[in-house]
């Protein structure tokens, strides 16, 4: 069960696109194993969209894998996000890794696009299976209470044979959504001890479904500084993150050393995870950078390390 580390973005905490594609190149050149873009159309500060920020990744980048943590299967037309994650994954060698859930309940991306979330996770359920079948036929056909599709096609198909479908989400609907379609399992904000019988109840539905996710296609993410409580835009991040998820941001976020992020990630290893989407803090493009480079330089070697001492094992 190899652990990776990606970084993700939820805003958008550069001063311009140069700044970004600097922070990119550092990821892309450092080891990192994946960049994750969260997936927000409506806000009053900078996000950027996720599936234009896949495209961008795939041009400018070589090496690093990506994905949207995770597109709201909800909100979007699902053959069009089929067609975009193929062409994404064809023209980038292979190296998407998309990922779906429902969207958020409380988002204003709803009523902005004149919808409801209400009967969402319908909505994304056979959304998921028109995405799937596009990827997996060379003909595909559907007809459910939301879409009718009849004999469609893509092509170029997506590089990657098996293109993967991360699922995020931890209620029961989810963990049978994931049981049902995904190859992996995103969580969300959810703490160690509640990750460990998310993961073993996705893995019960699975086998009763004659189904298996792979181990090391479980992940979830975190807020990582390296410094201290009061640095920087701390503060502020951990009131919206506790105004939002109604949860104590100080087992949430690992703050301190290199040893107090590698202590939360054994934390949510020990409990089935493998995967990770870190979310650097910082209040502009020097913190940005800084705060990735310590990750680069101190943890991401740690992370090497262990992974040789399984392989050994």
Same mark, same amino acid.
């Given at each position: +069960? ?14 311009? =696109? ?35 920020? +896949?495209?961008?990744?795939?041009? $400018? ?51 902005? +696009? ?11 359920? =056979? ?62 904000? =959810? ?12 893995? =019960? ?19 990582? $500084? ?10 502020? $991040? +951990?009131?919206?993150?506790?105004? $939002? ?45 800084e705060q990735t480079k310590r990750l680069i330089a101190e943890v991401i070697p740690e992370i090497e390390r262990i992974n040789a001492r399984q392989k050994v094992l």
């Amino acid at each position: +069960m190899a652990v990776g580390v990606g970084l993700g973005l939820a805003d958008f905490p550069f001063s311009d =696109e140069r700044a970004f594609w600097r922070w990119v190149d550092l990821c892309e050149e450092g080891g990192v194993d994946s960049l994750w873009q969260t997936d927000r159309l409506v806000s009053t500060v900078p996000h950027l969209e996720c599936m234009s920020v +896949m495209a961008a990744l795939a041009g $400018r980048t070589r090496r690093i894998k990506f994905g949207m943590n995770v597109a709201s299967a909800g909100l979007r037309e699902p053959v069009l996000l089929a067609k975009q994650c193929a062409t994404i994954d064809y023209l980038s060698g292979g190296r998407l890794l998309p990922a779906f859930g429902v969207g958020s309940p409380i988002a204003p991306d709803w009523g902005a +696009m004149g919808l409801t979330s209400q009967g969402s996770g319908a909505v994304a359920d =056979e959304a998921l299976d028109i995405i799937a079948g596009l990827w997996r036929e060379q003909s595909f056909s559907y007809a459910g209470k939301h879409f009718t599709i009849k004999d469609a096609s893509i092509a170029p198909r997506p590089r990657q044979k098996d293109l993967p479908m991360w699922i995020g989400g931890s209620s029961k609907v989810a963990i049978r959504r994931t049981a049902r379609i995904g190859t992996g399992w995103q969580a969300g904000s =959810e703490l160690p001890e509640e990750v460990a019988p998310v993961v073993a109840a996705i893995r =019960e539905e699975a086998a009763a479904r004659g189904r298996r996710i792979d181990d090391d296609h479980y992940g979830t993410g975190f807020h990582f $500084r390296f410094g201290g409580w009061d640095d920087g835009d701390l503060p502020k $991040r +951990m009131g919206a993150f506790a105004k $939002r998820t109604k949860r104590d941001p100080r087992r949430h976020f690992a703050v301190g050393d290199a040893g107090a992020i590698l202590t939360r990630i054994e934390e949510y290893v020990a409990a089935g995870i493998s995967k990770f989407v870190l979310r650097p803090t910082g209040t502009g493009d020097a913190e940005m950078i800084e705060q990735t480079k310590r990750l680069i330089a101190e943890v991401i070697p740690e992370i090497e390390r262990i992974n040789a001492r399984q392989k050994v094992l």
